[in-house]
């Protein structure tokens, strides 16, 4: 019985033994076939050189600064002579470097399994490098290497276009394997829109190692796909030119062809983006997010403001649209209206009234009651629908991260957001771009071009993209052409007419301009205040916002200028100056070369 015992447990054994033979020389003979070939080879990635950002002509946005990364071979102990002497050769090269960092900085990535040399200076630029590079080369312990570190040479001046690339993070290398090799990422504007295409793709070296990790040989190389460049409709000299009109004021400026072409847009004050690309410090980004005006914001797309007046055309559009209105009918503007069982009041602007208002002097004159009697009469839900089809509280789709689509609201929107009904007083409100209504300013610039045009456009920064052309886009938007024709003469009016309300600015420039004025305001006026008070009498940041939308020429349209000046007052007299100063640019700088100087009067 025992002798058989011992043969069972035998034959147990050597059929284990043999079946295991059996997996690892034949069932896993491919995986260490590859576990041995592994052994021999390694893969170098090769970085590749981030495309270059330009504007219309050819001026650089966004660049390579070439300089030189600085490494310390790897296994030295921390308190060797080897190291600290190595340590100090650095520092004394180039004092604004920390000792006690670099050592720090070593250590940490300094293992047994680590064979190559470790990084412990990311970048120095040329000018610093070439009187110590001869110094540096004959320790033996060092290695440098040529690198590139993002620079933006315009500034401040497109930095909430273009943006900044920074450091990647544990979450940015898991999605992108180029990402993690290279170690930087856009982190705005452009550079985090078209990140994929600014950065390439890696390159490889493939070598053959001996036992100890050291290179023998070279058995592959596939080369790095780099200088994706980006080109932008952007004129960087236009860009120069309305950051100096911002000065000592915050707002928004978008100048675009009427097709999207994006040539400028501002968003003031701005930022030095060159601030990010190595880390900012955290002194200059408290000098930053606690700015009250708000210059890391990209309000271009993300700014959300009420219209005001710079809403009517749209609106008197939609009232056509609905059909439940006639737009050949006048209204009588006694300087407000009356509504509900208390009587609540209404005003216009003007406390005096405009009297007998049709379409076109509606537009030219921005009487409020022409809008608040047409919009009881059409109700807020189709208000909202059409304005929506115009490009107002929808995203553009313009090609920056971050944009904000705005709000037009409707009943239902109410009840979703607030759980309450509408009521007749937040419709005439609405009317006049008041209330619950936000817009963005490229959204403004959009809605204009389709005033000026007829289609709306998709708005659109990049010209091209790694060489390949940027195709125009548009959308129908249904309306009526023969309203939106006095429209556009109510426009033309509001800049040239002895009443229109930027004619003081507008109306000797060497080209025609349609256009509209709007005053947001930030806080409301209470019922009791029989005379309203003047916008310089109040607190700065209760003042209203002040909107010009303009295009040009009026006869031809090419150019829809828009600006928002925060806290300003009245758009003609505050954002008509700036506007105005644009276009004699532009006329100066050959925009308008094909135009006739003075258009025809209407």
């Not at 313009?398 to 904000?404: A, F, S, V, Y």
Request: a positive charge; one cysteine or more; hydrophobic letters at 35%.
């Amino acid at each position: 019985m025992r002798f058989t015992i011992v043969i069972v447990v035998f034959i147990m054994f050597w059929m284990m033994l043999i079946t295991r033979i059996y997996q690892i020389s034949v069932q896993s003979g491919p995986y260490y076939d590859k576990l041995a070939q592994i052994n021999i080879s390694r893969k170098y990635f090769i970085k590749p050189i981030r495309g270059e950002i330009l504007d219309r002509k050819g001026l650089l946005l966004a660049v390579n600064k070439i300089g030189f990364s600085i490494k310390i071979a790897p296994h030295l102990k921390k308190n060797s002579k080897e190291l600290q002497h190595t340590i100090d050769s650095i520092v004394k090269e180039f004092p604004d470097q920390n000792k006690t960092k670099i050592l720090k900085k070593y250590i940490k990535k300094n293992s047994a399994y680590n064979h190559r040399f470790i990084k412990i200076i990311d970048f120095i630029s040329r000018e610093d490098m070439i009187g110590a590079y001869p110094k540096l080369t004959f320790n033996k312990l060092l290695e440098i290497e040529s690198e590139t570190k993002r620079y933006y040479p315009a500034g401040s001046l497109a930095t909430h276009i273009v943006g900044y690339v920074g450091r990647s993070n544990k979450r940015d290398n898991e999605k992108d394997i180029v990402v993690d090799k290279v170690g930087v990422v856009g982190r705005t504007g452009l550079e985090r829109k078209y990140n994929k295409v600014l950065q390439g793709e890696l390159g490889y070296r493939m070598v053959k190692v001996s036992a100890t990790n050291k290179e023998v040989s070279e058995m592959e190389k596939k080369e790095p796909i780099e200088d994706r460049n980006l080109e932008l409709n952007i004129d960087l000299r236009l860009q120069k030119k309305i950051n100096e009109l911002f000065v000592d004021q915050s707002g928004i400026a978008v100048v675009m062809h009427v097709n999207g072409d994006v040539l400028a847009a501002v968003s003031y004050p701005s930022y030095d983006p060159n601030l990010f690309v190595g880390g900012i410090s955290s002194k200059d980004w408290k000098k930053l997010i606690t700015d009250f005006n708000h210059p890391f914001t990209n309000k271009i797309v993300s700014g959300r403001y009420p219209p005001g007046s710079a809403i009517k055309m749209g609106m008197a559009l939609a009232f056509a649209q609905s059909g439940k209105t006639s737009m050949d009918r006048s209204e009588y503007c006694k300087g407000y209206i009356k509504i509900g069982k208390n009587g609540h009041k209404f005003r216009c602007w003007s406390k005096h009234g405009h009297g007998t208002v049709p379409l076109r002097k509606a537009i030219r004159e921005s009487c409020d009651v022409f809008f608040y009697n047409k919009s009881l009469q059409v109700g807020i839900n189709e208000m909202s629908k059409h304005l929506n089809n115009y490009g107002l509280g929808v995203k553009t789709g313009i090609d920056l991260p971050g944009e904000k689509s705005g709000l037009i609201p409707s009943k239902a929107w109410k009840m979703r957001r607030y759980g309450k009904a509408w009521f007749l007083g937040e419709t005439i409100i609405a009317s006049i771009g008041q209330g619950y209504d936000l817009v963005t300013p490229i959204q403004i610039a959009r809605y204009t071009a389709f005033l000026a045009t007829s289609k709306l456009p998709t708005p659109h920064l990049a010209h091209k993209i790694d060489g390949k052309i940027v195709s125009p886009d548009y959308k129908e938007a249904e309306h009526s052409e023969h309203y939106l024709q006095t429209i556009r003469k109510g426009m033309y009016d509001v800049c040239n007419s002895s009443r229109g309300t930027a004619r003081r600015a507008m109306s000797r420039l060497p080209i025609k301009v349609a256009g509209k004025t709007g005053t947001s305001q930030v806080v409301s006026i209470p019922q009791g205040e029989k005379k309203r008070m003047l916008e310089s009498q109040l607190d700065y940041y209760r003042r209203s916002h002040a909107w010009l939308t303009t295009y040009a020429p009026y006869k031809n349209p090419k150019y829809v200028v828009s600006i928002l000046v925060e806290h300003g007052g009245h758009g003609g007299s505050t954002a008509g100056p700036i506007a105005a100063e644009i276009y004699r640019w532009m006329f100066k700088e050959g925009y308008f070369k094909d135009e006739v100087l003075y258009g025809e009067f209407e």
